[in-house]
């Protein structure tokens, strides 16, 4: 990922622990692909496999970060090196949010399911969202392994889609719970879950981010798309 540094041994080093996280986020994505299974097969046993990964999860997030800080306090990286350690260190706790997020689906899932929820709700609607929150990810990392500015504008944009879907998604929640208060308590099961995909693609638009600080050594959070543009240029 990083350029060739001075230090064979730090170059090894970066090489190393960038492959944690692209080891972190390949577990991730399987996290999200088996809630998304789990929700359009109302799978309580898949559910439960989503769970069972996450201590996975939140175990090498911690070993990421201590590696991190040990190349920080040995080498006192400057420049590119240290953007790039702490772009590393934000994208592994971003990806362990994507992780929780995989992990409440799969709550919900259970929870669904165990209530009786009447399956004539728009649940597999979510398949639409929860696919794109699960490509853009994939988008991410792959930004992010190629240290991409191109791909990770792309990313920002793309971003929006799922927005949109969500924004879809909750009105037509609203009109079930107006058309049938029995449907309240089931709906609000379903907006919680839509709002955790929604929060899949926050992360990886933040990836998209970092990539942009590594490269360009500026901070476009909080910036608007024409301001990003002009950076990357």
């Known amino acids: 990922m990083p350029d060739k540094h001075l230090s064979t041994q730090f170059d090894s080093e970066l090489t190393s622990v960038s492959s944690q996280v ?7 994505e399987s996290q999200i692909r ?14 439960n496999e989503v769970t069972a990964r996450e201590a996975r999860v939140n175990a090498m997030e911690l070993e990421i970060d201590r590696d991190l800080s040990s190349i920080i306090a040995r080498r006192q990286p400057t420049a590119r090196d240290l953007r790039l ?3 590393i260190s934000k994208t592994t706790a971003n990806l362990e949010r994507v992780g929780d997020e995989a992990e409440k689906i799969a709550r919900m ?3 669904i399911i165990h209530s009786g929820a009447p399956r ?15 490509g853009l990810l994939n988008k991410a990392l792959d930004a992010f392994a190629r240290l991409d500015v191109n791909a ?17 998604f909750v009105r037509k929640l609203v009109t ?15 907006l919680f879950l839509a709002k ?38």
Do not use: C, W
């Open 85 to 87: 350690l702490i772009a």
């Open 22 to 28: 692209m080891e972190l986020g390949g577990l991730v």
């Open 34 to 47: 088996q809630a998304i299974y789990a929700l359009s097969q109302f799978s309580v046993e898949v559910a």
């Open 152 to 168: 990770a504008v792309s990313i920002l944009k793309e971003d929006d889609l799922i927005d949109a879907e969500f924004d879809g």
């Open 196 to 233: 955790a995909i929604e929060r899949i693609g926050d992360h990886s638009k933040n990836i998209a981010e970092f990539i942009i600080y590594v490269v360009k050594g500026e901070d476009v959070r909080h910036s608007t798309m024409e301001k990003i543009e002009s950076v990357v240029k």
């Open 120 to 134: 004539s709700l728009p649940s597999l609607e979510l398949r639409v969202a929860a696919d794109l929150a699960s």
């Open 109 to 111: 899932v259970r929870s």
């Open 176 to 190: 079930y719970m107006m058309e049938d208060p029995r449907m309240i308590s089931p709906s609000l099961d379903l």
